[in-house]
């Protein structure tokens, strides 16, 4: 049987790796594939943390299935094309584990797809495996749990569903780790910024959405001090110029995080920029506003979007 790639989203973050690993783990026993979880680039600092403590190999990083000579993909994380594998219009799609919204998406055969509204594709992954009775390895339940704390802000984040901390604790004792101390680690490890330039930060988190013909870029980078964030403003604004520039987006918006406190500061640069502030009914200040108890972009900040661009 030729192997399959089982990978999540580009510029990958703690749930797109983690979700490859537990559902290509899951693949094999459940469906008796030949899988490989790969990434689309490389792990940042949080999900680093996370690997380096439960002792989990990174998965490696790959541009192109075709050049692995594979025809045939598992998307987890993700559905939408411009968030996947380069070559990914030109492959199989076995099958989708997600928890965002579909869109940009069609198959030529029948696949294997779960989506569901929860916090993280790894919750869903996680519930799979009960399902099943599949017995979870240490290293991977502590992977799952990773994912399902940084997408649910140990869940403050308005994503969590209902199971998700349920299927957390369960996570969390296979693990061997007590899920409110570990959760906080595993955040605060992501919010060490102060070593990257300002075209890593807005890279290291960053989907593309295609919002009535426009291209609109939204990043999100997690930190404990705003403050200090935009005291980096000039320099976060010209690494986002140069992406709209070499990439042609229309639209470059930055979400800065607080982790502790719940709340965003969002920037933004592009051709559009009255349409990002009509979204959003707050005060701005030189490009930036603050987002009062909003953390999330999938939930939050893309709905409003959505609406302001179709106008």
């Known amino acids: 049987m030729s192997k399959i790639l089982v990978f999540g989203h580009r510029n990958p973050d703690t749930d797109a790796i983690a979700s490859a690993i537990g559902f290509s783990y899951l693949a094999k026993q459940k469906f008796h594939l030949n899988t490989e979880a790969i990434a689309l680039g490389e792990a940042n600092e949080e999900t680093k943390y996370a690997l380096d403590f439960f002792n989990v190999e990174a998965p490696r990083a790959i541009t192109s299935a075709k050049e692995e000579g594979c025809d045939t993909v598992i998307l987890t994380d993700h559905n939408e094309f411009q968030q996947s594998i380069l070559d990914i219009e030109e492959l199989t799609i076995w099958g989708v584990v997600d928890h965002h919204r579909v869109a940009n998406f069609e198959t030529e055969s029948p696949l294997f797809f779960r989506a569901e509204p929860v ?7 996680g519930r799979m495996f009960q399902e099943n009775q599949i017995a979870i390895p240490k290293g991977i339940a502590g992977m ?22 349920a299927i ?6 296979l693990a061997g780790v007590d899920l409110d101390v570990y959760g906080l680690n595993l955040l605060k490890a992501g919010t060490n910024l102060a070593s990257k330039s300002g075209e890593e930060l807005v890279n ?7 919002l009535s013909g426009k291209s609109v870029r939204i990043a999100q980078v997690n930190t404990v001090d705003i403050k200090e964030m935009l005291c980096r403003q000039n320099a976060l604004e010209e690494a986002m110029k140069s992406e709209n520039k070499a990439k042609g987006y229309d639209d470059f918006i930055l979400m800065i995080t607080d982790i502790l406190n719940s709340d965003s500061e969002l920037m933004v640069v592009g051709d559009n920029v009255k349409l990002v502030k009509e979204a959003f009914d707050v005060e701005w200040e030189s490009n930036h506003a603050f987002l009062k108890g909003v953390v999330s972009r999938k939930k939050q900040v893309v709905p409003k979007l959505t609406e302001s661009y179709a106008r």
């Open 168 to 173: 957390a604790k369960i996570l969390a004792q």
């Open 119 to 125: 916090g993280s594709a790894s919750a869903i992954i």
């Open 144 to 165: 799952l749990l990773s994912a399902i704390i940084s997408d649910t802000l140990l869940f403050k984040s308005p994503t969590t569903h209902s199971t998700d901390k």
């Open 204 to 210: 290291l988190d960053a989907k593309t959405f295609p």
